[in-house]
């Protein structure tokens, strides 16, 4: 009788947890997924904040209504319930700067929608609506798209003014790629809004968790027990042991040798490398690692003694504060709060506040928000809780577009996974799941 094909999965985020699941319906196969911490979900993670009494995420995350693979992923994990829309989406844009306050309404989803919301928008002179218009519509149908040119060249070329770059094009593209228009390469931006605006099946533009990592994905253990897979917490990779071209097993830090027939890696870039021996770094498939830069992002939820009223969410111009979201009305609960109020904030390519430390950043968000909102004016936290992803992302430029790693690799039972692999698509919940729908779709070739 024959034994079960072992197949390794390394890294449980949405990549490895989506790769893991779809091979664990073969009957045939024998799949184990390592995790290094204690929690599944990778970047996606959830834990309990002790003064505050309540469960947060890592940061506030929001999913495209076109997430094809995500919700495919969330509907196979029977947790889509879970998640709810936006309707017709108008973000509130503020600003300490009086004056410079506007609503963008990017519609229902559909590209009809979004192109109307854009002639809307009288924040915007008539000719910059206009050229607003026609440089969107380009973006959303590109098919062929010059791998060299950032998103800022394009807009320039565009005719984009000043004012356009600052209040539409900039927040879209660091809320989109986590990186900023100067550097951020236009494919990527290109196959992003396409992906939103042409591919979407019906669903609001955008859609967020109604309830945090952990409860989304709490399903997903009894399913993959239900098919005899095994989930290993606490399993951090020392090594991957590849000889005679084959990936033969996994060395943990605990010494345990795991040996497989498969090994799908869902490990970040700058984990992988350190697992890899020199060799196989040195090979052309994996060599371009080199090529991966981190970016980092802030997030930040602070909590108030007194019931404040927002939108759900909004915005921020001319500020250190990108995004903001109103946790109340995103998690409604019949639960009693500790606190009435709570808020979360994200700041994307976050560099720029490495060595700012939390006290630092509750005073700073707490100025801006009072310059900003009537609704802030005079308010100080009644506690504040700072989240730093210093390796957040990838960091998206033209050139890394041409070196990003493919799923499959020169070494046969070796596959990758990963939002920072070859998916077309920026580091997004999105990318990571299409990564482990990729690489499973390489095993079963």
């Not at 090529?291 to 927002?310: E, H, N």
Request: aromatic share 12%.
């Amino acid at each position: 009788m024959n034994s079960k094909q072992k197949i390794l999965i390394l890294g449980a985020g949405i990549a490895g947890m989506y790769a893991a699941e779809r091979l664990a319906e073969d009957q045939d196969s024998e799949v184990t997924l390592l995790e290094a911490t204690g929690h599944l979900g990778g970047r996606c993670f959830s834990f309990f904040d002790e003064k505050s009494g309540e469960t947060i995420d890592n940061g506030q995350h929001l999913f495209a209504g076109a997430y094809s693979d995500f919700f495919d992923f969330l509907t196979r994990c029977d947790a889509m319930e879970k998640v709810n829309g936006f309707g017709e989406l108008k973000i509130p844009f503020y600003s300490p700067a009086k004056g410079d306050e506007y609503n963008l309404n990017l519609g229902d989803g559909s590209k009809s929608s979004l192109l109307f919301g854009i002639l809307g928008q009288s924040y915007f002179t008539l000719p910059e609506r206009l050229k607003l218009l026609k440089t969107a519509r380009k973006l959303i149908s590109m098919k062929h798209v010059d791998s060299s040119k950032t998103v800022a060249g394009f807009l320039h070329e565009s005719g984009q003014t000043e004012l356009s770059m600052r209040a539409f094009w900039s927040p879209l593209t660091i809320a989109i790629l986590n990186t900023s228009p100067l550097n951020a390469p236009l494919t990527l931006l290109a196959s992003a809004l396409r992906k939103m605006f042409s591919e979407n099946s019906g669903r609001p533009l955008l859609m967020f968790p109604t309830t945090n990592y952990a409860d989304l994905f709490a399903n997903y253990c009894h399913i993959m027990a239900s098919r005899h897979a095994k989930i290993e917490y606490q399993a951090r990779v020392k090594r991957i042991i590849i000889n005679d071209g084959l990936a033969q097993a996994v060395e943990l830090e605990n010494g345990d040798i795991l040996h497989a027939d498969i090994i799908v890696s869902a490990l970040p870039y700058h984990a992988l490398r350190k697992v890899l021996s020199d060799d196989i770094l040195a090979l052309p498939g994996f060599k371009n690692l080199m090529f991966y830069r981190d970016s980092q992002i802030l997030s930040a939820y602070l909590w108030y003694d007194k019931p404040i009223k927002t939108p759900a969410m909004f915005a921020f111009l001319n500020s250190a504060i990108q995004w903001g979201f109103n946790r109340r009305r995103l998690q409604p609960s019949e639960s009693k709060f500790r606190y009435p109020s709570s808020f979360a904030f994200t700041v994307s390519d976050a560099d720029s506040l490495k060595d700012v430390n939390r006290y630092e950043i509750a005073d700073l968000f707490s100025e801006i928000l009072g310059d900003s909102m009537f609704e802030f004016k005079g308010l100080q936290p009644a506690h504040c809780r700072v989240i730093r992803s210093y390796k957040a992302t990838f960091e998206a430029y033209p050139e890394l577009e041409k070196y990003r790693i493919e799923q499959e690799t020169e070494i046969p039972n070796f596959v990758l996974c990963g939002d920072w692999t070859q998916t077309g698509l920026p580091a997004t919940i999105e990318g990571a799941a299409r990564s482990g729908r990729l690489a499973v779709e390489v095993l079963q070739k």
